[in-house]
């Protein structure tokens, strides 16, 4: 199982960037995706995640910080899950990973946690300036 996360760069406060988590080997639309982010000297923290019920229905989680600016999706097809990042600011400058869960998320595990998660990418560079 690989995971690839990618579409970081360099952005100016107010901007926006669309980040990609590639999967191969495993069906991303199968239990979970999360994103995380890490930033200089702090620990890593829970951004959003799409999950899947037993009856595929898709849920989704995003943290405060960035609640109404970004926007999880996926696309079934290219077996990609999408993060769409708006309004951007200084504060969002962090290495992005994307994650995907082994097993089903629910009120047990909700996705929101990094335990959550079997497997990781690579991670990917987003640096907002002011």
């Known amino acids: 199982v690989q995971l690839q996360a990618y579409g970081g760069g360099l952005v100016q406060a107010g901007g926006s960037l669309r980040l990609s988590c590639a999967a191969s080997?495993?069906?991303?639309?199968?239990?979970?995706v999360g994103w995380f982010r890490q930033a200089p000297g702090k620990e890593r923290e829970f951004v959003a995640v799409?999950?899947?019920?037993?009856?595929?229905?898709?849920?989704?989680t995003y943290a405060d910080s960035v609640k109404g600016r970004f926007t999880i999706s996926k696309d079934n097809a290219k077996n990609t899950v999408y993060l769409q990042m708006n309004s951007l600011a200084p504060g969002d400058t962090a290495i992005y990973y994307c994650a995907a869960a082994a097993a089903r998320l629910g009120p047990a595990r909700t996705g929101e946690s990094e335990y959550d998660y079997a497997y990781w990418g690579q991670g990917t560079q987003v640096t907002v300036s002011s």
């Open positions: 080997g495993l069906t991303l639309s199968r239990y979970g």
């Open positions: 799409m999950r899947w019920s037993w009856s595929d229905v898709v849920s989704t």
